[in-house]
């Protein structure tokens, strides 16, 4: 999310809910983002073989605001250890505050 903010036109994450993957692609021009949710049979698959599950169109600061929203959330009910236990993973706590810092930098005046 945070190279989309600081301005890549394109941009991927991957979820891995084996032996399923999601993969999410991210397209941004100007102030717009496309979003495209895939689902593949296997994550090393090639885009063209995913079944497009969703997608969407939304202004990156919609987007941003909406990720940084649902990290706190995530934060708030399960905490960081709760976190850890239920995904395996540290919460990603820097890179959390990293892109709610460059999304306040690169908002419009009329957004502060």
């Known amino acids: 999310m945070a190279r989309l903010v600081a301005g890549e036109a394109e941009t991927r994450a991957q ?13 941004r021009e100007g102030e717009d983002t496309w979003i495209r949710v ?32 649902c990290f706190d959330e995530v934060a708030q009910t399960y905490g960081e250890s709760g976190y ?11 890179e959390l505050e990293a892109l709610r810092r460059l999304w306040r930098t690169h908002r419009h005046p009329q957004d502060t």
């Open 15 to 27: 979820f891995e809910a084996e032996p399923t993957a999601y993969r999410w692609i991210f397209y």
């Open 38 to 69: 895939l689902e593949l049979r296997d994550g090393s698959d090639h885009d063209n073989k995913g079944a497009e599950i969703w997608s969407s169109q939304l202004g990156i600061d919609q987007l941003a605001r909406a990720v940084i929203r």
């Open 84 to 94: 850890r236990g239920k995904w395996g993973e540290h919460f990603p706590r820097t």
